[in-house]
């Protein structure tokens, strides 16, 4: 009998066709948790997505088959990576092919809310007057040496450097890799996170979610920000306290905030969405019709590699 892989999401079309080639029977379920649980006993490896918790229960449910949780994603919070090592359940995530997708969101965001391009847009459409003043929708000069504060500089946050270095930032990072030639090259200087706080007119969030950043920045990092200052976070909405968030944003206490992610995604705080200077999309970092292709295709790599007894091509 063939092994099975279980879904939690429909493939995109080609990392499908892969799929539906390889020696693996596949099968769907929804996200819903009681579905999961009601899908998994017996398969060998479960495909997950981000909203998607895979516990030591969704483990023990699926069996002594299971050998391998598959995240379509680079972050794999969702996924209990103890339980699974203890289990001896391999974990693989798809690093390195969405840094560029996930970067030309994170400066999308950096502009929208630097030249209030929402703000505006939403004004144009209410049909109201309007002429040219000289402080008509004013905002932050990105490309007149405005600073950059990276906090967590792997992968995508050097990519979003690259594109700051293009538009003459001054760019400031945290991370163990801030320091080393290729963060050099690109002129960024490595910070603490307080001086990070204190000198960025942008501050974009890289990390990954973890026990230490959770809650990485609230109220106190806020006060300790420039009252113009924007932050961006296309990593992971609960590295932010999102009422403090709202509090610091509706009080003045920062300028604007570029969001992809929510703390309790897919929920979003109504009192976020009523604040003007909040640029919000539903975590489409990664959505690019090539890049989720490429994703697709790396987790579909690991299942078949795993499921044939060789070793995962991405483990966590
Ligand atoms: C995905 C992401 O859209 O890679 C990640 O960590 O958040 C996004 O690329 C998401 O993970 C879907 O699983």
Redesign the pocket.
Known sequence: RRPRAHLTFTLPPNAAARLAAAPVEVTTSTADRDDLLAAVPGASAIVS??THRIDGEVMDAAGPSLRLVA?????YDNIDVPAATARGIAVT??PGV?DEA?ADLAFTLLLATARRVVEADRFVRTGAEWRWEPDFFVGLDVSAGATLGIVGLGRIGFAVARRAAAFGMRIVATGSRASGPEAEALGIRAVELAELLAESDVVSLHCPLTSETRHLIGAEQFAAMKRSAILINTARGPIVDELALIDALRDGVIGAAGLD?FEWEPAISQGLLALPNVVAVP?I???GAATRER?GDLAVQNVVAVLGGLPPVTPV
Do not use: F, I, R
């Open positions: 997505l981000v995240n379509l994603g680079v972050g995530n798809t969405l996930t992610v975590h970092g990664s959505a994703m």
